[in-house]
């Protein structure tokens, strides 16, 4: 840590965690803790394949069928990877594997046609042309129509079974699909070998809603059944499974990072005139489910409060300030840091009529910046809400409004929402203002939280700070969503931000608008009085260091 000319009497004090603050992962818990699940683990190893090509995974009669480029074959195993039979493929590079309860059905990465094969005979019952070229996955929906992924794809499709007649699409997730599962409630599962992830993907609405990461560097084939997640890997030749229904409202945790960061405070007088008097107001921060805090520390002498919505502060008194004298703060914070991911299954979200009576009347208010009851505000959620009545889907439409509305920019000051909205431009805190004024006139409970980031190197000064909101749903409870960051071209990319935060954040402050301590700042706020010409120095920022 770089050495300061200041003189800092420390006082050292283990905060206590407060419940009001404390990040909901868990739809059993309310307000409190919230429950943690590592990622590491969420997959086991069921079997070793009985072939080291397999390009495609379903299941089939009590066990599973998978396709064979070596052999070019469909195989069929036991749960334990024993090889039971096989019939032979129509063509000569299998790509993707699906079952619709009678046949199976196939891809071939060469011809680019869609075969369906007798499962017991082998015979070739018909073939239709796929729509798209180097076709990746397949997947058959309740209906019987038939989702085709494809190589650099921008689109999933759904195609006629009969005739290959195009009949809707959604966005694909990413450029990379590698394979594709259905299951019962309306999700597609789509693979992604390059960037090692296994998506799920809401088919009504065409969003991504969130990512695991894959159990193997070459996953190209998934299946779902009864809520978990089977996933066969090219590289590995294993099997693996996940009870992903089991995530439905937690946080998964990764990338564990020791840090420490410091966040400085120093007003200085720099004359003629004289500071009358004044607080600096420093935010103290408490364990989340991104943040486990070791030891959080602050200069003597201020006077602990909490504003109108739970946010402990540390005040400090300016008093009289002569030319060339200065006040200076610190708060130090020390812990452990994780990469966090809220997973949400849409259908188990509660309606909004089931929002707690509490959290309706604290973070569906109007303030200031939000203008929630103004014209602009509701006939905007209107148009962008339509009839939807899912308080997940709702928040998600308005999520991609922003996204593809505002640009990032900081030019200073921090306007209302409807002229960020109209204007197209915004920080951070404009984003998040923005947002939270469009969920909170569609009934959606939000706030905000205000952090130190770690820029670039584990050593590192933050000047800008940086800020997002925080959504309540029924049977979830709160979760973070940063609209600035997801700010990406691919739904696979954008679903994280809805949910999630990297490892390099410290969160000090949570707050629901105009904080009686804080203002509408966040990490500290200084207010001063002056007497005649001052010229005052105010200067704020943080210092991340890495814990040896």
Request: glycine share 10%.
């Amino acid at each position: 840590m770089t050495k300061y000319n200041r003189i800092l009497l420390i006082f050292t004090a283990l905060f206590l965690i407060s419940p009001a603050f404390s990040q909901t992962c868990d739809i059993r818990k309310g307000e409190g803790p919230g429950h943690f699940v590592p990622e590491k683990g969420l997959f086991s190893e069921v079997a070793a394949l009985p072939t080291g090509f397999t390009t495609g995974l379903v299941g089939f009669d009590g066990g599973f069928a998978l396709t064979d480029r070596h052999e070019d074959a469909v195989l069929f195993m036991n749960r334990s990877g024993k090889r039971t039979g096989a019939i032979e493929f129509p063509a000569y590079e299998p790509a993707a594997l699906s079952y619709n309860g009678m046949n199976l059905v196939a891809a071939d990465g060469q011809s680019n046609r869609i075969y369906f094969l007798n499962p017991k005979t082998g015979e070739c019952i018909r073939t239709i042309d796929s729509p798209l070229a180097h076709v990746t996955g397949l997947a058959c929906d309740r209906d019987g129509k038939v989702w085709v992924s494809a190589k650099g794809s921008k689109e999933i499709q759904q195609v006629d079974p009969l005739d290959g007649t195009t009949l809707a699409f959604i966005k694909s997730p990413s450029s990379s699909v590698s394979a594709l599962a259905y299951d019962q409630n309306g999700y597609l599962w789509a693979a992604d070998s390059k960037k090692n992830r296994i998506y799920m993907v809401d088919i009504r609405t065409g969003y991504t809603i969130f990512y695991l990461s894959a159990p193997g560097p070459v996953v190209n084939g998934v299946w779902v059944d009864g809520g978990k997640l089977y996933a066969s890997d090219y590289e590995t030749d294993k099997l693996y499974v996940a009870d992903v229904y089991g995530l439905n409202g937690k946080c998964v945790r990764s990338d564990e990072r020791k840090g420490h960061a410091t966040l400085f405070n120093e007003v200085q007088n720099l004359g003629p005139g004289i500071i009358t008097g004044g607080t600096i107001a420093v935010a103290i921060p408490v364990d989340g489910p991104n943040q486990k805090l070791d030891k959080v520390t602050w200069t003597k002498g201020a006077k602990m409060e909490a504003d109108q919505w739970g946010q402990k502060v540390a005040v400090y008194q300016l008093g009289k300030l002569k030319p060339g004298e200065k006040k200076s703060v610190r708060m130090d914070g020390v812990g452990t840091f994780y990469r966090i991911s809220t997973k949400i299954f849409p259908h188990e979200v509660g309606a909004l009529s089931e929002m707690p009576v509490e959290i309706r009347r604290k973070y569906l208010s109007d303030a200031d910046k939000y203008r929630v009851k103004s014209d602009y505000i509701q006939n905007k959620v209107k148009t962008i809400v339509g009839k939807e009545k899912n308080p997940y889907f709702i928040a998600r439409k308005l999520y991609d409004f922003l996204i593809g509305r505002i640009n990032y920019q900081m030019v200073g000051g921090w306007d209302i929402a409807p002229t960020v909205i109209e204007r197209g431009t915004g920080s951070c805190s404009e984003y998040t203002f923005a947002y939270i004024a469009l969920c909170r006139a569609a009934g959606i409970p939000a706030r905000y939280v205000g952090c130190m980031v770690v820029r670039g190197e584990a050593s590192s000064v933050d000047t800008a700070y940086h800020r997002w909101a925080e959504i309540y749903l029924p049977k979830i409870g709160w979760f973070p969503v940063d609209v600035n960051a997801g700010d990406k071209e691919w739904q696979g990319d954008r679903c994280f931000w809805f949910g999630g935060i990297e490892n390099r954040f410290l969160i000090t402050t949570r707050g629901g608008g105009d904080s009686r301590l804080m203002k509408w700042g966040y990490n500290n706020q200084t207010d001063y009085r002056s007497y005649g010409k001052a010229n005052i120095r105010n200067e704020s920022y943080a210092e991340w260091d890495v814990v040896k």
